[in-house]
C-alpha cells in the first residue's frame, strides 16, 4: 500500500498514544461539561474514553489510506445511533473538535486532520436513525426472531429445513443468516435491542454453523489445494470469515480456519507450514485494514507466494482499497466467491494438500 512517510509516521505517533490521546479528549469534554459526571457516573468516563479512543481509531484509518470520506461516513452513522439514544450530536462534535486538538497537542501539525473533522462535524447535521429495511422474506424473519429470542434449536432447525428444501449453503448464508445479523445490527444502532441481546444472536448463529456444513458435503467439489482463512490482528469480527472457510472447503479446499485476531507472525508460519496457495482475510472496519495490510506484507516479506483474497464489510464499502492493501481480489459477496476463486486460481493451479 502507497502510504507517504510522513503520513504513516504520524499515524504510527497517534496509534501509540491511543489511550492518552481518549482520556485527554474526554477529560477536556468532562470539564467542560461536569453536568455528564452529575448525571452519569464514572460510566461518562469509561464510555467517554473508550468512544474517543474508536473515533481516533476511525479517524487515523481514514487519513492513513486516504480515504477522508470514511471518516465522514462514520461520524454520521456514530450521530444516528446517538440520536437513537436521545444524544444530542453537538456533545459528539465537542468530542471530536477536543481530540482533534489532543491530537496535534501530541504528534504536531496534521492538516489532513483539521479537513477530516470539519467535514465529519458539517455531516453531523444530516444523521439519521437507519432507516427501516424492507420486509425480510419469512424464513429469514423467523429466523431472526429465533436468534434474537436465544432459541439455537430452533434455529438451527431452520436452517436445516432450508438446506432440505433445495436452497443451497451459499443461499442460506447469503439471504438467511447474513440478511438476519443485518437486521440484528441494524436493530441496535437503533437502541431497539441492548448489545447483550447483539451478542447473544451472534452466539446462537455462531452455533448453528458447525452443524450446516456437514450436510452439504456430498457435493463437494475435487480437492483444490489449501487453504488459510483469518481474520487479521485488531480484528474481531468473525462469522463473515467463518461462512468463507465453509464454502471454500465446499468448493474443494482444505482450509485451516484460524479465528479471527491472528498476530502477523502467527498467520505467516501457518501459511509457511502448511504451504498454502490460497490466503483469505477478513476485515469488518476501516481501522482493521491496517491488519490486513501488515499481514500481507509479512507474507511477502517470508518468501510466500499464496493467492490472496481479502473481504468484510470495509472492502464491500471501499473496493479500492483492495489494491492499496496489495490483494489479489475481493467478492462484493459470498455469491461471487467461485466466480473469484477460478479467475485467481483456476482448476488445477493450486498445489495439493
Known amino acids: 500500500?502507497?502510504?507517504?512517510?510522513?503520513?504513516?509516521?504520524?499515524?504510527?505517533?497517534?496509534?501509540?498514544?491511543?489511550?492518552?490521546?481518549?482520556?485527554?479528549?474526554?477529560?477536556?469534554?468532562?470539564?467542560?461539561?461536569?453536568?455528564?459526571?452529575?448525571?452519569?457516573?464514572?460510566?461518562?468516563?469509561?464510555?467517554g474514553e473508550t468512544d474517543a479512543a474508536y473515533h481516533l481509531d476511525f479517524l487515523v484509518a481514514a487519513l492513513e489510506l486516504d480515504q477522508p470520506d470514511a471518516f465522514v461516513a462514520y461520524a454520521r452513522w456514530t450521530a444516528g445511533v446517538l440520536t437513537s439514544r436521545g444524544i444530542d450530536p453537538a456533545a459528539l462534535a465537542e468530542h471530536l473538535q477536543l481530540l482533534g486538538q489532543a491530537l496535534e497537542a501530541e504528534v504536531g501539525p496534521w492538516p489532513a486532520v483539521s479537513r477530516a473533522l470539519e467535514a465529519g462535524v458539517s455531516a453531523l447535521g444530516?444523521?439519521?436513525?437507519?432507516?427501516?429495511p424492507d420486509g425480510l422474506p419469512d424464513a429469514t424473519a423467523t429466523f431472526l426472531q429465533a436468534i434474537l429470542s436465544g432459541n439455537r434449536p430452533a434455529a438451527q432447525a431452520i436452517t436445516e429445513e432450508l438446506l432440505r428444501a433445495g436452497l443451497t449453503l451459499h443461499e442460506l448464508y447469503v439471504d438467511v443468516l447474513e440478511a438476519a445479523l443485518r437486521e440484528v445490527g441494524r436493530r441496535w444502532e437503533r437502541n431497539l435491542i441492548s448489545v447483550a441481546r447483539e451478542h447473544l444472536a451472534t452466539a446462537v448463529v455462531q452455533g448453528v454453523m458447525p452443524q450446516l456444513l456437514p450436510r452439504v458435503l456430498e457435493a463437494r467439489a475435487p480437492s483444490r489445494g489449501r487453504a488459510v482463512v483469518s481474520g487479521v490482528e485488531g480484528e474481531r469480527h468473525q462469522v463473515g470469515a467463518s461462512m468463507v472457510a465453509d464454502l471454500l472447503t465446499l468448493h474443494g479446499w482444505e482450509v485451516d480456519f484460524l479465528g479471527t485476531d491472528l498476530p502477523v507472525a502467527a498467520l505467516v508460519a501457518q501459511v509457511r507450514e502448511r504451504d498454502a496457495s490460497l490466503l483469505a482475510l477478513s476485515a469488518a472496519t476501516l481501522p482493521a485494514v491496517d491488519g490486513v495490510r501488515r499481514a500481507i506484507e509479512g507474507v511477502a516479506a517470508a518468501g510466500l507466494a499464496p493467492r490472496i483474497i481479502v473481504g468484510g464489510r470495509v472492502f464491500r464499502r471501499h473496493p479500492e482499497l483492495v489494491d492499496q492493501v496489495g490483494a489479489a481480489g475481493t467478492s462484493p459477496d459470498l455469491r461471487g466467491l467461485p466466480a473469484l476463486l477460478e479467475r485467481l486460481i483456476p482448476p488445477g493451479d493450486a498445489r495439493s494438500p
Open 126 to 132: 444530516e444523521a439519521r436513525a437507519p432507516a427501516d
Open 1 to 47: 500500500m502507497s502510504v507517504p512517510a510522513r503520513e504513516r509516521l504520524l499515524a504510527e505517533r497517534a496509534r501509540a498514544a491511543r489511550s492518552r490521546l481518549a482520556r485527554a479528549a474526554n477529560e477536556a469534554f468532562l470539564g467542560r461539561h461536569p453536568e455528564w459526571l452529575a448525571r452519569h457516573g464514572e460510566r461518562a468516563r469509561l464510555h
